[in-house]
């Protein structure tokens, strides 16, 4: 029944459109649409680049994905808009993708259908900008907000076992929400309204930036005060109401780049957002106080042969989108030799060029300063012959969470930032 009644339209196949398709088709009749030739020729030949669905589970879907150029999307009565809302250089927002993902939907929009957007955005850009393309033709439809909460690469909170807010200015259109997402979700949480919803998904990621900048501080405190502070958050975390966050460089496509977007928004309304500005500069400045701290150490060790394991932007994931590792192995390579330890293809399948690797295990005993970024499946399986006791001494800053390393092991000497 329901399976006839909604027709979806999922618009943008990355990390967000394209799991959300594979979970919608098994209860609705979905396609799927993308800019990208290139993903979408990729696509219809069951790989995907992100390397996060097998050729088996893309099979399903794979003569349901179009280019945006053709007028497939005709029969659907239910659009899903899952495209990227990054930043210019400068840290304004780019809502190109976004408005050009509209103005497609708005090209086929007929009385009473809906329309959803995931992608993250500042409170009122969907009633805004969007809503305002969305109405060129003047028909009636509803309008929605389902802010996107999966994590790249976390197994544990996918898109069936997550709570799923949603928001509509119509009481059809949550409705509508309300019967799509429980589908396919375990919950669905219904906000007061679509600019709640906006804020609530923005200020989820700020809370993660803002701790993230005070543990970063907390360890450059520390350790000027000689104290470790891998054994401060242990102790801490014996406290009931301890917050688990550790220190490291923020990168990636949400928690280092959706506070801009209420910055600016701020920043036009001039509402103070101090604190948020202050802590997301800091995370942004942090891959310097790491360059400085490693170079420091550098200079006191001979023949110093550097080995970066993982350039993702964080555990877990194959995902180079603004990585800060990438940006702290470039500073490194001007003064130093490193290698990296990272996966060939998908480096190459990013545009990522210029980065020398050392993937070869009988290689990686030999290098004296290892710096553990990121690590996932495939490194961890590689990691183990890094600490094969070629070269006896070896510097260890282990700026990965999901990395432990034998404490032991009285060759490893650990560095602390
Ligand atoms: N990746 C995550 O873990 C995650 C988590 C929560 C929220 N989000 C948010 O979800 C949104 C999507 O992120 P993503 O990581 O999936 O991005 P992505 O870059 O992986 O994928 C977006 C896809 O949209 C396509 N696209 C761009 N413009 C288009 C257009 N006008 N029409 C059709 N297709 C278009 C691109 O070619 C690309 O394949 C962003 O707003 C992001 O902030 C992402």
Redesign the pocket.
Known sequence: MIKKKYKICV???????LPLMLELSNFFDVIG????RN?VNELKKSFDR?LEFSKKKLDRICKKVFL?DKKFVLKSNVYII????PVYVNNKPDFR??L??CK?VSKNLKSNDTVII????SPGTVEGPCKKILNLNKINFNLCFS??????GDKEHTLSNLVKVISSDTKAGLKICDEIYNKICKKVYKAKNIKTAEMA?IFENIQRDVNIALTNQGSVIANKLGISFTDVLETCSTKWNSLNFYPGLVGG??VS??PYYLIDDCKKKNIDSSIITLCRSYNERFVNLVYNKIVKLIKKIKKPKILLVGLSFKDGVVDF?NSKYIELYKMLKKLFFVRVLESEQPLKKSGIKNVKLDNNKKNLGNYNFIIVCSINYFLKKKIKYIFSNRIKKKYLLNLSSKFKYNKNNTNIKLINF
């Open positions: 618009v943008g196949l990355g990390y967000v459109g649409i993308d800019a990208d993903r992100n945006n899952t495209v990227p809302t993708s976004l050009s993902a497609y995931e992608s993250t955005v802010p996107e909460r999966i994590n790249v998904k496509h949400c780049i959706d989108r």
